[in-house]
């Protein structure tokens, strides 16, 4: 929703999980075409990071499945391109 401010999205998915999200940084905000109005697509690029040693491909997906059902159900967004999920 374009009422929702970006710091507030990004605070939260910091403060989910601040032992293995190291950055989180808006790249990218689009409206129009088949956005419906009121609404943007907005994208982020996560680093996860750990201070213990190298994470798993089990960890972070983990890791992002919980980030991405946080802000499903916090700011009832639509994640698009879950194929990215999945790498």
């Given amino acids: ?14 403060l989910l999980n601040a032992k293995l999200i190291e950055q989180v940084e808006l790249f990218d905000v689009y409206y129009g075409g088949n956005i419906p109005a009121g609404k943007r697509s907005v994208a982020l690029r996560i680093v996860y990071r750990s201070k213990d040693g190298t994470l798993t ?9 919980a980030v991405c059902a946080m802000l499903e159900k916090k700011f009832d967004v639509e994640i698009r391109g879950r194929e990215a999920r999945n790498m």
């Avoid at 929703?1 to 910091?14: G, L, R, T």
């Fill in 1 to 14: 929703d374009e009422k929702v401010q970006y710091a507030e999205i990004i605070n939260s998915i910091v």
């Fill in 57 to 65: 491909h089990p960890e972070v997906d983990d890791a992002h499945a």
